[in-house]
């Protein structure tokens, strides 16, 4: 018996690092899961885990996409139990002296479609279903949404409003409904770039990162299963809304002299 036992989830940004290894951790605590990303290797999560994921190929920044994944969940169990807005893309930390005044509205609009208009676009679409459940709400954020250079002036202005986004929409849906967010900090996995700036698929771990983290490791994108799995329970975390929860391997205490203060101790 999984701690998730009877949950329906629609879950974005589910095609690849972070969001994969949560819906497949979702998946073992008994939830079923309409998984959603704008890749199609989403799909292959049908061949390997059977009838609790349905795939759902979309553009998450489109209001049609996000009713089509709700309409899926609530077709097919008819429920919502939790809205999870992990889909995201990066500015490869670009900073704003960088972009150029004629692509800057592209760029914004693109990125802001995607790490703030989509999770938007997704809770209202699931809204309904939400309130009827008292369900809750996930959200991805990041480093970058209460610290600087965790990305470039968009990204980071994206996330930060990730950030206040969760706050607001756990004031304005309370009791209904929980909202609450994950910001991890360094994982290994690749982001996809701001196509408007040029940019491609990009690794999120840069050479030397390690040894810059107080913790000294990178943790793997499976770390953050627990946080997630928390998070969505309906026992676990019944005390939390509006909360934030940092996974950043120690990047926000970070010291001046060294990361940690016994590093270089062993």
């Given at each position: 018996m999984g701690v998730?036992?009877?949950?329906?989830?629609?879950?974005?940004?589910?095609?690849?690092g972070i969001g994969r290894s949560v819906v497949t951790r979702y998946l073992a605590e008994g939830a079923c899961v309409?998984?959603?990303?704008?890749?199609?290797?989403?799909?292959?999560?049908?061949?390997e885990f059977g009838e609790t994921v349905i795939p759902v190929v979309a553009d998450v920044a489109t209001w049609e996409g996000n009713v089509a994944a709700a309409k899926v969940a609530f077709d097919t169990w008819g429920r919502i139990d939790l809205f999870v807005g992990n889909a995201g893309i990066t500015d490869n930390a670009?900073?704003?002296e960088e972009i150029s005044g004629a692509h800057l509205a592209n760029?914004?609009?693109?990125l802001f479609g995607v790490n703030v208009l989509a999770p938007m676009l997704g809770v209202r679409a699931c809204l309904d279903a939400l309130i009827e459940s008292k369900g809750g709400v996930i959200l991805t954020g990041s480093f970058a949404?209460?610290?600087?250079?965790?990305?470039?002036?968009?990204?980071?202005a994206s996330k930060h409003a990730i950030h206040g986004l969760v706050r607001q929409l756990a004031y304005e849906l309370a009791p209904d409904v929980r909202v609450n967010g994950v910001a991890p900090g360094v994982?290994?996995?690749?982001?996809?770039?701001?196509?408007?700036?040029?940019?491609?698929?990009?690794?999120?771990?840069?050479?030397?990162?390690?040894?810059?983290?107080?913790?000294?490791?990178?943790?793997?994108?499976?770390?953050?299963?627990?946080?997630f799995t928390m998070l969505a329970s309906r026992t676990?975390?019944?005390?939390?809304?509006?909360t934030m929860v940092t996974a950043d391997s120690g990047l926000s205490i970070r010291g001046i002299a060294r990361p940690g203060g016994r590093v270089g101790h062993r």
């Open positions: 998730l036992d009877g949950q329906v989830v629609v879950f974005t940004g589910a095609g690849a309409v998984a959603v990303d704008i890749s199609e290797s989403v799909t292959e999560l049908r061949a670009r900073p704003l760029a914004f609009h693109e949404s209460t610290n600087a250079a965790g990305g470039g002036a968009l990204y980071t994982a290994p996995t690749r982001l996809r770039g701001t196509e408007s700036l040029g940019q491609e698929m990009a690794d999120s771990v840069l050479e030397g990162t390690v040894n810059m983290l107080p913790t000294q490791e990178i943790a793997p994108v499976s770390a953050y299963d627990g946080l676990d975390s019944v005390a939390m809304t509006g």
